[in-house]
């Protein structure tokens, strides 16, 4: 770990202003993944800007009758919310299919769409990889590949977001609040803000340098039965192999977004009017042009079939 | 004390304070923090530096160079000690690749260096500033490719090769034949405390504090490596976090400790980093195994052959995966061949039931096919070939064997009668359910072991001995057996373990050391009650020791009075005859275990497991529970998520930390049960009792093996058996 020098930002603008100001440096919030990326050499930022004083940790209902989450509320705070249970099931019930009880505690909305990949070769920095040193090569294609990406991939990297709470943020149709270096604020479409990796795969977003997430905005309840199925080898503290957030209607239409596919996650909207037509047609649609390795070309199945089962369940 | 005829009656048979569930005497002190570990031992070490371990980058090759120029510039940096100048090194006779590394290298994370800083982060950071130059070699990592180059290892222990009768002849003409090949992963001990040490120089003595389960072997092997007198080496280890075998040794930890503390002239300690464990120490290697069964119509197996494969570094030693199917069915024609091939990846060696952990995986899943073939109920099966002989040599018989009678009550608790013989026939919703069953089957070994045991003036027994308590309860059943022997309740007596000034014991493996090690303190304390007969004038013969008094004929007196103002000290070892020569002694059990497959992503869930053991007397039935409820969920882990994945192009495990390397969490454990039957052994020492630590983990993967084969209808012969391999074949959905 290299020495850094931290702070505590006084405001959001403020706190944009410097991140964009002084070289090297990063926010933090629950520091859950970038102290872990810290230890091990694999984000080596000299300055840290702590965001956790910064009143973003408060849930409100937006004019529109949607909500608006800080970018500070506690991944454990936003699963047990009245609201987010009784009208966005999908987000709470992805939440705690997540980490752990103490890991969701510290984790923030924020930080956990900007959690970076779980892939082996970006833990060990013996190995090339392009995510982590840029043009050094990519050790999972033709590596250890079992929990990569099927689609969306490129040939510099294959590698899968994490995050279960994206997930189900995408299939809620969730906005990206953020504030600018220049004080200004925008609004980024969640299926905007994660990136697939083409050539740069360490450009994982579409924040700009120094810009800071001061919350995320949901829609409206869209009602429906809300489902989020994670797959996984072991039954708990497992990240998806792949996971099926969806909200379907009593008339079988619906919306689907995956987990543990792609780059991040993963949502073809083109897909969802197959829906009522049941899992393998929607999953073609979804998976269309999928590249998967030797080692995970099990995941179309698994999709296909997951997603059956999803969709049999909200029959029920 | 030589034990070279069966135990007669003697005061451990008492039970009063032997055979009962006990609490663990260290428990209170474990759960409240105070038993200090290898790591913050700063009551014996005092203001240490701390040691950074870098690990090579390449799997095999050589250092062109490394500058350090950077890293000694660094803040806080003491002294970096590399192969370059840390002296002459030898190797102790345990460990198979050096422990740093060199300019050769041997293996992926091979210490290279260590670090020496005031902080373990100045430490860390300094480390990332080492430059190395490495020349690359060829290596070989695929154990499938390297099979046909397999050779019969060299070993004076097991002979790799065993032949009775005409195998190949009995299996050409068996009615009945069945031929299968299975394969298990490489594996990680993945214990909770990483491998500490703290080393101390007070001239040319060396005190290290660490984290090992064979004390002994320990000091040895670091006086090797150092090149000095044994006596001037003193290892501690009083409290283990786990280790499962891979403690069994000196590792770098150890090594670097005092190495670092010699070039720094000043206390140093280095954990290894979790990512640096499964590549740098060692591992449970993965082995290839072809079973083949003959039999008659009616189920009477008359050829079994069982040959294994297995790869190591140059010099290593073999997995003995073969080695129960000698011992464990009848069957007049038999073979079984070990194979070991030169593997360059991290060095393969014991993990928990090393041999039977990963034979037993296959031996049970191929009896269970074999009856399936016979039209056999698989537990019948099983039962018809059982043996009270070492099929081997039939002269010799087995100690105790009632391998049946775990076969039969397990089948009438766990509700064996409900199971559909017919696969994929049961559901409950969307679950597919099952019920499998696998024998439990390791041998028990006794090794010699010696105590030391104080009567003080106050009536307190100390017991001291090397004997290590990894968690398993060895400081409990020590005293159990002091407490019994003297008459005393358990809280006279104090147990003082893991230190090598104290005399040598079996130390912590094979699940050996429970028996063997209470057995030794047994022989301390038979000497400690004759001499303080003698003190009391007591004739010995009907001497009685109770309720902390000495009593003979019509006279009795306090137990304390006899230590005077002194105390007396005795100390004995057990040594054992070849009453294991003459008798094969073993442990048997038998696994049932309830699965449920996910119907549509063919996610193995397990819903309840029972263990039914013969293992001699339990010393404290609920240790042992907790080793066989242990074990259980170890087997679990193997049989469905653990998996050392290797990078065949650079020659590593890929998935180096317990993220990537799944061990079972509470939510895949869901109910365990243990029953132990009524038993006790006279020929495997005077405390009657066997190994149970390791018993539980033989069999229980082929059980949960069979039980997805009862769900699903399909077979998986490559462990672990994760759902992508049974996806395809799964029902369709909705
Ligand atoms: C053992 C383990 C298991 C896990 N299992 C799962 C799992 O199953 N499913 C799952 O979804 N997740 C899992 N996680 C990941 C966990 O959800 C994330 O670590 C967590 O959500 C990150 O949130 P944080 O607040 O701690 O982020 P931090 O570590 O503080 O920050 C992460 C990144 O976000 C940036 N950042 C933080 N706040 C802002 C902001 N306001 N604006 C801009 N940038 C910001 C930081 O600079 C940093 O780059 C697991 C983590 C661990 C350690
Ligand atoms: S998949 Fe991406 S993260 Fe993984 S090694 Fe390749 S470039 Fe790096």
Redesign the pocket.
């Known amino acids: 770990m290299k020495p850094f020098t931290y702070e505590r930002a006084r405001s959001p603008a403020e706190a944009a202003a410097a991140a964009a100001r002084i070289q090297g440096a990063?926010?933090?919030?629950?520091?859950?993944?970038?102290?872990?990326?810290m230890k091990l050499q694999i984000?080596t930022?000299g300055y840290l800007i702590d965001?956790n004083g910064l009143a973003?940790d408060k849930i409100e209902t937006t004019p529109e009758g949607g909500m608006r989450i800080g970018?500070?509320v506690r991944?454990t705070d936003l699963a047990a919310d009245d609201r987010v249970r009784r009208d966005y099931g999908l987000l709470s019930r992805?939440?705690l299919?997540?980490?752990?009880g103490q890991?969701?505690n510290?984790?923030?909305?924020?930080?956990?769409?900007?959690?970076?990949t779980r892939c082996p070769y970006f833990y060990d920095t013996n190995q090339p990889c392009n995510k982590r040193r840029p043009g050094s090569g990519c050790a999972a294609l033709g590596g250890f590949s079992r929990q990569h990406a099927v689609v969306g991939a490129s040939e510099a990297c294959i590698a899968t977001h994490?995050?279960?709470?994206?997930v189900a943020m995408r299939a809620l149709d969730a906005t990206v609040e953020?504030v600018r270096p220049d004080g200004s604020a925008r609004s980024i479409p969640i299926a905007e803000f994660h990136r697939l990796p083409g050539d740069t795969p360490h450009i994982e977003t579409a924040?700009a340098a120094g810009?800071?997430?001061?919350a995320v905005t949901l829609p409206k309840p869209v009602g429906g039965k809300h489902i989020y199925r994670?797959v996984r080898d072991r039954a708990s503290?497992?990240?998806?192999l792949i996971s099926v957030a969806a909200v379907i209607q009593r008339d079988g239409s619906g919306r689907v977004a995956l987990g543990g596919v792609a780059h991040k996650p993963w949502r073809v909207e083109a897909a969802e009017p197959d829906l009522p037509r049941g899992a393998k047609a929607a999953s073609a649609g979804l998976l269309a042009d999928a590249t998967p390795t030797r080692e995970n070309a099990f995941k179309l199945l698994l999709v296909e079939r997951t997603l059956g089962a999803v969709l049999t369940e909200a029959r029920a | 004390m030589k034990f070279d005829t069966p135990a007669t009656t003697n005061p451990i048979d008492q039970l009063k304070i032997i055979g009962k569930p006990t609490d663990r005497i260290d428990g209170p002190s474990k759960t409240a923090g105070t038993a200090p570990y290898a790591y913050e031992r700063h009551d014996i070490v005092a203001n240490p530096a701390h040691g950074y371990v870098v690990g090579s980058a390449i799997a095999k090759g050589r250092i062109a160079s490394i500058d350090l120029t950077d890293a000694k510039a660094a803040a806080g940096v003491l002294a970096i000690v590399t192969a370059e100048n840390a002296g002459k090194l030898a190797k102790g006779s345990l460990n198979t690749a050096s422990l740093l590394g060199g300019p050769e290298i041997q293996h992926y994370h091979q210490a290279i260096a260590v670090v020496v800083a005031e902080t373990f982060e100045q430490a860390r950071s300094a480390a990332e500033l080492i430059r190395v130059d490495y020349i690359r070699a060829e290596g070989a990592y695929d154990l499938a490719a390297a099979k046909n180059s397999a050779a019969k290892p060299a070993t004076d222990e097991d002979p790799p090769d065993t032949a009775v009768g005409d195998f190949a002849g009995a299996f050409a003409t068996a009615p009945v034949q069945f031929d299968a090949t299975y394969t298990t992963p490489d594996q990680a001990h993945a214990m909770m405390e990483p491998h500490a040490s703290m080393a101390a120089w007070d001239g040319d003595r060396l005190t290290v504090v660490t984290s090992n389960q064979m004390i002994a072997w320990g000091a040895r092997d670091l006086a090797t490596t150092l090149g000095l007198p044994r006596d001037r080496v003193r290892m501690i280890s009083p409290f283990i976090g786990g280790g499962f075998g891979g403690k069994l040794f000196v590792r770098a930890d150890v090594l670097l400790a005092a190495l670092g503390a010699r070039a720094a002239g000043r206390p140093v300690k280095v954990a290894l980093t979790r990512p640096l464990i499964f590549n740098n120490t060692t591992h449970r290697p993965a082995t290839i195994q072809r079973i083949r069964i003959g039999a008659t119509r009616d189920g009477r197996i008359t050829a079994i052959g069982h040959e294994g494969w297995s790869g190591d570094l140059p010099d290593g030693k073999p997995e003995t995966a073969v080695n129960q199917t000698r011992l464990l069915y009848a069957g007049a024609n038999r073979m079984t061949a070990t194979r070991l091939a030169v593997l360059d990846l991290p060095e393969g060696n014991a993990m928990r039931a090393p041999g039977e952990a990963s034979g037993m995986m296959a031996l049970e899943i191929a009896v269970d096919e074999m009856a399936e073939k016979l039209g056999l109920d698989p537990i019948e099966f099983r039962i018809l070939n059982d043996t009270q002989v070492d099929p081997e040599k039939p002269e010799r018989k087995f100690s105790h064997r009632p391998l049946v009678e775990c076969l039969r009550m397990g089948a009438d608790r766990f509700g064996w009668s409900k199971r559909s013989a017919q696969p994929g026939r049961t559901r409950d919703g969307r679950w597919l359910t099952g019920i499998g069953a696998a024998a439990a089957f390791r041998n028990n070994v006794v090794q010699k072991s010696a105590a030391r045991v104080r009567l003080d003036p106050r009536g307190v027994v100390t017991v001291e001995t090397d004997m290590t308590d990894i968690g398993t309860g060895s400081y409990t059943i020590i005293a159990q057996t002091a407490a019994e022997m003297m008459g005393l309740p358990l809280n006279k007596v104090v147990v003082r373990l893991g230190d090598s000034t104290f005399p040598v014991s079996a130390g912590s493996g094979g699940q050996w050391g429970a028996n063997s090690s209470t057995a030794g303190v047994y022989a301390a304390c038979v000497k400690l009650r004759e001499a303080v007969a003698q003190k009391l004038g007591f004739g010995s013969a009907d001497v009685v020791f109770a309720d902390g008094e000495v009593r003979s004929g019509n006279r009795s007196a306090p137990l304390a009075k006899a230590a005077g103002d002194s105390g007396i000290v005795a100390e004995d070892t057990i040594e054992f005859g070849d009453l294991d020569k003459k008798y094969q002694q073993s442990t048997f059990g038998a696994h049932f275990v309830e699965v449920g497959v996910d119907a549509a992503t063919a996610e193995v869930r397990i819903r309840r497991m029972l263990a039914v053991c013969a293992a001699g007397r339990i010393l404290n039935p609920k240790s042992a529970r907790s080793q066989v409820i242990g074990a259980m969920t170890m087997g679990a882990g193997a049989a469905l998520m653990e998996d050392l994945v290797i990078d065949e192009r650079s020659g590593f495990f890929v998935n180096h930390d317990?993220?990537g390397y799944e061990v079972p969490v509470h939510a895949d454990i869901p109910h365990q049960d243990v029953i132990f039957l009524d038993e006790v052994d006279p020929i495997s020492s005077p405390m009657k009792a066997k190994g149970v630590g390791e018993l539980g983990i033989c069999g229980v993967g082929a059980a949960i093996a069979n039980a997805i084969y009862n769900a699903t209808g399909v077979r998986v012969r490559d462990y672990p058996i994760t759902l992508d391999k049974l996806l395809d074949r799964m029902p369709a959905v909705g």
């Open positions: 990063r926010f933090i919030a629950g520091g859950t993944n970038l102290l872990d990326l984000e930022p965001v973003l970018a500070l991944n992805a939440m299919a997540g980490a752990s890991l969701r510290k984790a923030t909305t924020a930080g956990n769409l900007l959690q970076r994490p995050s279960d709470m994206a953020t924040l810009e800071l997430i001061t994670k503290y497992a990240f998806a | 317990l993220a």
